[in-house]
Each structure stands twice: as C-alpha cells, then as structure tokens.
T-cell receptor, first 113, second 109 residues
Framework: NAGVTQTPKFRILKIGQSMTLQCTQD?????MYWYRQDPGMGLKLIYY???????DKGEVPNGYNVSRSTTEDFPLRLELAAPSQTSVYFC????????????FGEGSWLTVV | DAKTTQPNSMESNEEEPVHLPCNHS???????IHWYRQLPSQGPEYVIH???SNVNNRMASLAIAEDRKSSTLILHRATLRDAAVYYC??????????FGQGTRLTINP
C-alpha cells in the first residue's frame, strides 16, 4: 500500500513550457486534491475532485488544468509555465465523509526559470 | 469556513509537554477542528480532529473549550521529531481544508 505517489519529485521548467505532475493513490479514495505551497506560506488549494469525471476549482486554479478519468489518478497540467508557478506541489486524497483524514504525497518541487 | 488564529511560533524543550493554542471564535456548530503538522520538506500529516469532546490518540490530545471558541493541541512529551509547523483548521468535513500559516514549533534538546 503506497498511499499517495507523486512524480516527478523535482523539475526545472523554462518559461512557456508545459508539463504534467502525476498523482496516483491506491487507497480507493473518492476525493483527490492538488495544493501548492510557496516558501514560508500555508497550502493553497488549486483543484480538487470528488470522484472520477468530476473536478472543481479551488482557491488558485489559474494556469492549471486537471482531469480525473480514473479513481486512482489525478494529474495536474501546467500550460505555459510562468515564474509565479515556482512552488512545491502536493497531491492528496480522502476517502470521504465528515471528519476523515487527508493523506498527502511527498511533494513535487517545481522551479520555472 | 471559519478562520483560526494561532501564534506564529512556539518553543519548548525535549521531553516536556507542549500546548499549542488555537482560537476560533466564529466556529459554527457543525465545524470540526482538525490539526495537521508538516515536518520540513514533507507533506502535511494528520494529527487529530474533534467536534465537541476532548480527543486522544497515540500522537496527541485535543482539548476543546466548552464554548468551542478555542482548542489546544497537547503533545505530552515532545521529542526532536515533533519540530514542525502545526496547522489548526476548521471544516465541516475534511473535503476542503483551508490551511493558514500555522505555528512553527521548535524543540530544544
């Protein structure tokens, strides 16, 4: 049982490039999330999904896209990378229901230069 | 979701108890109180959560005021591995947790 797995762990992008951060979970959780964390700050929600085929925007969705074709996978797409997207990205999942626990991945460090 | 107020930083000594306060004066009756912590260079991890009654688990205890306008996370015997940023979050469920800046806990050997 690997939990929540994110790849890649580190990446350097040039301005204007695109990339996809991969996230997969093996706990059969319905809810999945993408957060970003800038240095010294708390986490901000980018997008979330309550199940396969359903996604919704969080606090800071601009510049990102997501899809949820399966329960296990929730990739985050960065189109036309900008320096403001330099951050640490965390994927997370939740089984569902009130008061349950969110499980986080180990993070993906992204630098846009 | 209602907002929480936590001190920016706290310091304690190894093997002593630590009491991390959280104020949430605008909490609603259906808001759960969640605590997560984030160790350096890692994703947040669940610590404890509760609604009205005090809660205990293997990691910590959560003491909730009778009026629910404040709560305290208690680490009974701090170790160096407890040095982290601790987040107090209110939410009706864990579905959309909003993280503030938390309390940075330093443990002195």
């Amino acid at each position: 049982n690997a939990g929540v797995t994110q790849t890649p762990k580190f990446r350097i992008l040039k301005i204007g490039q695109s990339m996809t951060l991969q996230c997969t979970q093996d706990m059969n959780h319905n809810y999945m999330y993408w957060y970003r964390q800038d240095p010294g700050m708390g986490l901000k929600l980018i997008y979330y999904s309550v199940g396969a085929g359903i996604t919704d925007k969080g606090e800071v969705p601009n510049g990102y896209n997501v899809s949820r074709s399966t329960t296990e996978d929730f990739p985050l797409r960065l189109e036309l990378a900008a320096p403001s997207q330099t951050s640490v990205y965390f994927c997370a999942s939740l089984r569902g229901g009130t008061g349950n626990t969110i499980y986080f991945g180990e993070g993906s460090w992204l630098t846009v230069v | 979701d209602a907002k929480t107020t936590q001190p920016n930083s706290m310091e304690s000594n190894e093997e002593e108890p630590v009491h991390l306060p959280c104020n949430h004066s605008t909490i609603s009756g259906t808001d759960y109180i969640h605590w997560y912590r984030q160790l350096p260079s890692q994703g947040p991890e669940y610590v404890i959560h509760g609604l009205t009654s005090n809660v205990n688990n293997r990691m910590a205890s959560l003491a909730i005021a009778e009026d629910r306008k404040s709560s305290t996370l208690i680490l009974h015997r701090a170790t160096l591995r407890d040095a982290a940023v601790y987040y107090c979050i209110l939410s009706k469920g864990a579905q959309k947790l909003v993280f503030g800046q938390g309390t940075r806990l330093t443990i002195n050997p």
